[in-house]
């Protein structure tokens, strides 16, 4: 198969099994929460979280399946081993030592100083964006206890805003210092100020057999066989209701929601 159609093919499996993903989280969690607005004195008894994981044993069955066959994919329709891209800021700190004169390190001292400035606004951000929430999470008047659904919605609309906004803060200035990278790095390569390293000679590489990558399939399958085996005499056994007590005793007693 060509390589172009190949990578096609991969990545659309791959968009589809993401969207997949996707899906089955939420069915989960809209389970959950239909579940817990189900109410009674033990709305995550074994009965009802038994007949809540029986409807999704088939979405979940397929998800795998799916998962499954990705890696089939992979390994049937493998892409062509292209070279990586070294990012600039790598190939920067490289050629340093190559970098001579005084328009060149000039070049190279006003990019740290804004990748400094950068990184420093993103700090200073990030941490004000910590203070805001832990003063708002360390204030007990905004959990009274009273209204969970109203709390969690209070939380998520003072808390998350700032999560985001330091997130993205963080994500420009690894941009923005990727940029800077990439314009230091051409005009430094198109002066008279760096020196080119002298050539060597291309080593053969050699490669694995190929019964390697079959004995690695092959291993990897029998560990997911072996997983789900296990995974299946754990839920005969009485293992997820288990869990599942301890993963609710841990959210409504040591976390402090209930």
């Known amino acids: 198969m060509h390589a172009g159609s190949t990578k096609t093919i991969r990545i659309a499996y791959g968009v589809f099994l993401a969207l997949f993903t996707v899906l089955l989280g939420a069915l989960y969690l809209a389970f959950a929460v239909r579940i817990y607005a189900g109410g009674g004195e033990s709305p995550y008894s074994r009965e009802v979280v038994s007949a809540a994981l029986l409807k999704l044993l088939a979405p979940t069955v397929c998800y795998f399946v799916a998962a499954v066959g990705g890696?089939?994919?992979?390994?049937?329709?493998p892409l062509p081993k292209e070279k990586m891209r070294?990012?600039?800021?790598?190939?920067?700190?490289?050629?340093?030592?190559?970098?001579?004169?005084?328009?060149?390190?000039?070049?190279?001292?006003?990019?740290?100083?804004?990748?400094?400035?950068?990184?420093?606004?993103?700090?200073v951000f990030s941490a004000?964006?910590?203070?805001?929430?832990?003063?708002?999470?360390?204030?007990?008047?905004?959990?009274?206890?009273?209204?969970?659904?109203?709390e969690a919605v209070s939380l998520a609309v003072n808390v998350l805003p700032w999560v985001g906004a330091a997130l993205l803060v963080f994500c420009g200035a690894t941009a923005y210092e990727g940029f800077a990278a990439r314009?230091?790095?051409?005009?430094?390569?198109?002066?008279?100020?760096?020196?080119a390293p002298q050539r060597e000679e291309k080593r053969e590489e050699k490669s694995a057999p190929a019964w390697t990558r079959y004995a690695l399939f092959g291993t990897r399958v029998a560990i997911f066989v072996l997983g789900a085996v296990f995974l299946g005499v754990g839920i005969?056994?009485?293992?997820?209701?288990?869990?599942?007590?301890?993963?609710?005793?841990?959210?409504?007693?040591?976390?402090?929601?209930?």
């Open 71 to 77: 890696f089939v994919l992979s390994v049937l329709f």
């Open 128 to 150: 004000v964006a910590a203070v805001f929430c832990i003063v708002y999470l360390a204030t007990a008047a905004h959990f009274p206890a009273k209204n969970l659904a109203a």
């Open 183 to 195: 314009r230091t790095l051409a005009s430094l390569l198109s002066s008279r100020d760096f020196s």
């Open 236 to 258: 005969a056994n009485g293992g997820a209701h288990d869990v599942l007590a301890k993963a609710v005793a841990i959210c409504m007693e040591c976390i402090g929601l209930g």
């Open 86 to 123: 070294v990012p600039a800021d790598t190939v920067l700190k490289k050629v340093r030592k190559r970098v001579h004169g005084e328009e060149g390190r000039a070049r190279l001292l006003r990019y740290d100083r804004t990748r400094i400035a950068a990184w420093s606004a993103a700090a």
